[in-house]
């Protein structure tokens, strides 16, 4: 498939990275972007698109979506490091359990594949992504992947 060679050599570090966390699997939804969600007076009200019902760690769940699911914007605006950070920070308060290191990197390594993913598919089209190869290296060093 076309594309940049750091975007396929990320999702390979991705791929290596999440293959070696080992956390049990939760249901949860994969595709966080602006459309698929519905807000009300401020708050989330649904989720809906739910064939992207996924069974993955719930730190890579979170990952994806904090990666495509900003705090400001609107659809297809993915979210900032800065942005990403948030997301996590107000996760983990939120948890009901405590996160390891571990679990922060498979948060980071998730946002990163998510993100690859949509920016080889924009890139297959022919339209310009904007994951930059800069981006990608921070979240992979986030996710010491």
Not at 83 to 107: G, H, V
Request: charged share 20%; aromatic share 10%.
């Amino acid at each position: 498939m076309p594309g940049p060679d750091w975007l396929d050599t990320a999702a390979a570090r991705c791929r290596e990275r999440l293959s070696r966390y080992q956390a049990p699997r939760v249901i949860g939804h994969g595709d966080w972007h602006m459309e698929n969600v519905l807000w009300s007076g401020g708050r989330l009200f649904a989720v809906h698109d739910w064939d992207s019902v996924v069974s993955q760690p719930e730190a890579a769940i979170a990952g994806m979506a904090a990666a495509i699911f900003p705090s400001t914007g609107g659809a297809w605006q993915t979210a900032t490091i800065q942005e990403s950070e948030q997301f996590l920070a107000a996760y983990i308060r939120a948890s009901s359990r405590a996160w390891t290191r571990d679990d922060i990197e498979a948060f980071w390594a998730a946002s990163v594949w998510t993100r690859a993913f949509d920016a080889k598919e924009v890139v297959a089209t022919g339209h310009i992504t904007d994951l930059s190869e800069a981006e990608t290296l921070e979240r992979l060093s986030l996710a010491d992947a």
